[in-house]
């Protein structure tokens, strides 16, 4: 018989409790009420929903200049010490800079014996960049202007913005997008030919290994771990990956998903059943009274932030989907996590904890939105990436996957205040109205092909 998690157990001593109480023969523990608070921190029976909605490639310090009550910094060091200062560049600015695992150790340029540990922060001009105007004499270090992110601004203040939220992962988007659905990539490291199962006997990606060489072994990135969806399966929850199509089958494109790296999913019934393009079906299912417990929305390339996309609608899109959700029936059962899944490159003067040999990577952004939520809050706590599969876990009594969502800390005791009566919906302005991404069509390029 498989053994309960001790969340799971938890669930069922509170069952107990609830049923004993007022019998003189229930449990000293149970009469303390010590459990029933326990859970209560969790926002079990009010949180019916989540929804993890991520972006792509933008440092803390870089999308969140001069927020109120958060660390940032007008500028920075070089790695010849010489003071920078930051300057604005539009979200739609088209360039590109080197976020591998490579470039994460020369930004970091670190004094401890293990690359990208005891970290500087002051060799971010040591990423390689390119495609950028040559009046920008450091496309490391810049911000972006308040008046394109005043959406994520006005978010952060219905609401928690979390200043010390760190990448799970050491390097790019393609092993970031399986933390966010397994707390794990089986050692992976930046990237493969071909995103995910499939791509022939050429697709590889490189591992690391345990003293930090991002030189091991190569293997086949379709991977067969245990991913939060299975679990959520198991218990008979629903979830959904709502994701874009981009290039054409003789391209090699395929469905921007990270299930797409992972067997038994993308070829098994789970594929069909819950992954879902065109990601703006999210909306329309919202609107049509759909929202399953766990869902994560991925952008097309215009809509997601990176720097070498050059729509720059993303706080739109991101406005889009969380007033979607805030102005339909399950506003009152829901939390939005909204994260940025690597640094993209951008300057942040925070240096990231060490926690194992894949982790912890730069500082992103983490916004938190409920009626739950507290309001207007920085969170200064350490969190990454599997915080948020931990907020999940320990909601619904699930199992730790991996090393990462087992050390990491959920936001719950923070950046909630469960005992208090649900807040109302507060609309977030937005240049462009959820209509307008409804058909949106796919970009050629995948969202994010680092």
């Known amino acids: 018989m498989k053994s309960m998690s001790p969340r799971t157990l938890l669930f069922c001593i509170v069952c107990v409790a ?72 539009k979200l739609g600015a088209f360039y590109d800079i080197d976020h591998s695992a490579q470039a994460m150790f020369a930004a970091c340029h670190g004094t ?64 970031a997008h399986q933390y966010i659905i397994a707390a794990q990539a089986h ?39 245990q991913t939060l969806g299975d679990e959520l399966d198991q218990a008979h929850l629903s979830w959904r990956f709502y994701a874009t199509w981009y290039g054409t089958g ?11 790296a992972v067997r038994h999913i993308r070829y098994g019934p789970d594929w069909k059943k819950d992954v ?25 390339c215009d809509d997601s932030d990176h720097v070498n996309c050059p729509g720059g609608y993303g706080p739109s899109w991101v406005a ?6 805030g102005n339909s029936k399950f506003w009152h059962s829901t939390v939005i996590f909204i994260q940025w899944d690597d640094w993209g490159g951008l300057y942040d003067p925070v240096p990231p904890p060490y926690e194992d040999y894949d982790g912890l990577g730069f500082r992103v952004p983490l916004l938190i939105l409920s009626p739950y939520a ?8 350490q969190y990454e990436t599997a915080s948020v599969l931990r907020f999940a876990e320990d909601l619904w009594g699930l199992n730790q996957l991996a090393p990462a969502d087992t050390r990491a800390q959920s936001p719950a005791k923070d950046c909630f205040e469960f005992r208090r009566r649900p807040r109302p919906f507060v609309d977030i302005p937005a240049p462009l109205p959820p209509k307008f991404f409804i058909g949106q069509p796919p970009d050629y390029f995948a969202p994010d092909y680092e």
């Open 18 to 89: 609830l049923a004993g109480c007022g019998s003189k023969s229930a449990l000293p523990y149970m009469q303390s009420g010590a459990a029933l608070d326990e859970l209560a921190q969790t926002g079990a029976g009010k949180i019916k929903h989540i929804v993890y909605i991520v972006q792509e490639n933008r440092s803390f310090n870089n999308l969140f200049q001069g927020y109120p009550g958060a660390y940032t910094v007008p500028y920075g060091y070089d790695s010849r010490g010489r003071r920078i200062d930051l300057v604005p560049v």
């Open 112 to 175: 401890g014996k293990l690359p990208g540990t005891d970290c500087r922060m002051n060799g971010f001009n040591r990423e390689f960049a390119e495609g950028y105007p040559r009046s920008l004499k450091h496309p490391q270090y810049t911000y972006v202007p308040q008046r394109e992110s005043k959406p994520y601004f006005d978010m952060a203040h219905e609401g928690v913005l979390a200043d010390r939220m760190f990448q799970s992962q050491l390097d790019e988007s393609f092993v």
């Open 187 to 225: 050692s992976a490291v930046d990237l493969p030919f071909y995103w995910g199962c499939g791509g022939g006997r050429y697709n590889t990606i490189p591992t690391i290994t345990q003293d930090r060489s991002p030189y091991g072994p190569a293997e086949h990135p379709c991977f067969n771990y």
């Open 250 to 260: 003789s391209s090699g494109g395929g469905v921007w998903s990270s299930y797409q």
């Open 276 to 300: 879902v393009t065109p990601n703006w079906k999210f909306i329309t299912d919202v609107r049509h009274g759909y929202l399953a417990n766990f869902t994560w929305v991925t952008p097309i």
């Open 320 to 325: 889009a989907l969380v007033n979607t959700v």
């Open 374 to 381: 507290k309001r207007d809050y920085v969170s200064h706590k």
